[in-house]
């Protein structure tokens, strides 16, 4: 039997030594490199929070399996077993030029089922996390079940750059959905909007190529207060590759894509 409760435990204590090493990086200088293209960033922090929790999870949890988006876990072909999924910092642009809008992200899977989702706002100390079947909650505090909204009076989180021509989806349904909507808001950092739509800070949140460190634990954190989180054609999302990501309250979610994402 798995005990999740002192992996719970545990997770916390990591998250709070990682977070503190992450501010204390505040006051010296980051080396940044760049991945996939100029604007795809990496630091030096980046890489020393994933290894820290990959030694750490080694050590403490030998048969655990980790997929890490710094490429320092493991080779998997499939979320088989007990796999941490872990992005040690969500948001590395919004780290590197504003120290702020970052996240620490770290979902728990067994057989590809999340039982544990984890994000921690670093800068503003606020974690979120939730047990599959035992709640969300935010510092302590239980974050209450979702409930609709009408269209017209909700904010959703999306990046304009979904609002003009692009090659994942037609940009006409989504510029339809943010005309009607009451506003909308684009934050930087995947994790942190998951973890505002679990906590009815946003009624949504749409985007289109998240890779699974990137909503491992907001999918976690989101269904547990009764919201979905499907790709943008309303499908569940795969967990070995990118996705186009569409999390939103129960009701709401369905609304959007009849009435705008998969509107002929
Ligand atoms: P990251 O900072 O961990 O890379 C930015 O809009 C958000 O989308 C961040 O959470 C960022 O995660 C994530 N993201 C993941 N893949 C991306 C990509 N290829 N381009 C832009 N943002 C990406
Ligand atoms: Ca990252």
Do not use: C
Not at 112 to 141: F, K, Q
Request: hydrophobic share 40%.
């Amino acid at each position: 039997m798995v005990n999740w409760m002192e992996i719970d435990q545990q997770v916390k204590m990591w998250i709070m030594e990682a977070g503190s090493s992450i501010r204390e990086s505040f006051q010296h200088s980051l080396s940044i490199q760049t991945k996939s293209n100029p604007n795809d960033l990496v630091t030096n922090i980046d890489k020393e929070t994933e290894r820290f929790f990959i030694s750490n999870i080694r050590k403490t949890y030998p048969g655990h399996f980790i997929l890490g988006e710094e490429g320092q876990g493991d080779e998997l072909a499939s979320l088989e077993g007990i796999v941490w999924i872990i992005d040690p910092i969500d948001g590395t642009m919004n780290f590197i030029h504003q120290q702020r809008h970052f996240a620490i992200s770290i979902g728990i899977y067994e057989n590809g089922i999340g039982r544990l989702g984890y994000i921690y706002d670093v800068a503003h100390d606020e974690l979120y996390y939730a047990e599959r079947g035992n709640g969300a909650y935010m510092n302590g505090v239980r974050l209450p079940a979702l409930t609709e909204v009408p269209v017209e009076k909700a904010l959703i989180a999306i990046n304009a750059t979904w609002l003009v021509k692009n090659r994942y989806f037609d940009e006409k349904k989504l510029v339809s959905l943010a005309s009607r909507v009451r506003g909308t808001r684009s934050y930087g950092s995947a994790a942190l909007e998951l973890a505002y739509v679990a906590s009815g800070r946003l009624e949504g949140y749409l985007t289109m190529r998240l890779s699974p460190w990137d909503f491992a634990a907001g999918k976690v954190l989101v269904e547990e207060v009764g919201g979905v989180v499907t790709n943008l054609w309303g499908q569940e999302l795969d967990m070995m590759k990118t996705n186009s990501v569409f999390a939103g309250a129960p009701g709401f979610h369905k609304k959007i894509l009849t009435d705008f994402l998969l509107k002929k």
